[in-house]
């Protein structure tokens, strides 16, 4: 939902429709995932508190959260996949008062309405269904998102090290060339730490 939404917010104000998703296969997003599971651990005893007080957590942990994503991916895959230097209020690039505040709202809907009902309906899924069926995206997803990890450093490292080192490379390099992963990620932005 979170990248259906970032897909639309960046296609109506910037007037560039473009694929958000954080892995190779599929709209899923690993930021706005676990930033769902890090609002609801943080926030889920809160829930019964006034809403602004929700809001001004989520807009603390939320603001905090998408800073320390930034920082994550340029030390580890040597990558910018955000830059809001641009924008008034940011904090070092990597976040801004404006996107705080959208953290804010939308902890108060995540908490009061949205994971409430989830939340419900996962509770009526049988035990055994609903374990097999957990596994089972959680098997798929660490595959996409092994692979999606191994797919950057390669295109981080293709540079400096054009030549494929083994085959696994040399499958990474045929299934995601420079061409692949800049279509995927078009804003990403390698920096000079990865080289």
């Not at 639309?8 to 560039?16: A, I, Y």
């Not at 005893?45 to 809001?55: E, G, I, K, N, P």
């Not at 690039?93 to 009902?117: E, S």
């Not at 989830?118 to 374990?131: Q, V």
């Given at each position: ?47 019964q508190r006034d809403s602004f007080f929700v ?77 097999a069926a957990t596994w089972a995206v959680v ?9 999606t990890c191994a797919a950057m450093l390669r ?41």
């Amino acid at each position: 939902l979170g990248d259906i939404i970032e897909t639309f917010w960046c296609g109506l104000v910037n007037g560039q429709w473009m694929n958000r998703s954080s892995v190779l296969y599929g709209p899923f997003s690993f930021v706005w995932g676990l930033g769902a599971v890090v609002l609801t651990i943080t926030l889920q005893r809160l829930a019964q508190r006034d809403s602004f007080f929700v809001f001004a957590a989520g807009f603390v942990i939320g603001g905090s959260y998408e800073y320390l994503c930034s920082v994550f991916t340029e030390w580890v895959f040597g990558t910018v996949f955000w830059d809001y230097s641009h924008m008034p209020l940011n904090i070092g690039g990597r976040t801004n008062v404006l996107f705080c505040f959208f953290w804010g709202v939308l902890a108060v809907v995540w908490i009061k309405g949205v994971y409430p009902f989830m939340s419900r309906a996962i509770e009526k899924i049988p035990a055994l269904a609903g374990k097999a069926a957990t596994w089972a995206v959680v098997l798929v997803m660490m595959c996409n998102g092994l692979l999606t990890c191994a797919a950057m450093l390669r295109y981080s490292a293709r540079p400096l090290q054009p030549e494929p080192a083994n085959n696994f490379e040399a499958f990474l390099d045929r299934q995601y060339d420079d061409r692949y992963v800049e279509h995927r990620w078009p804003n990403m932005i390698v920096t000079d730490k990865s080289e």
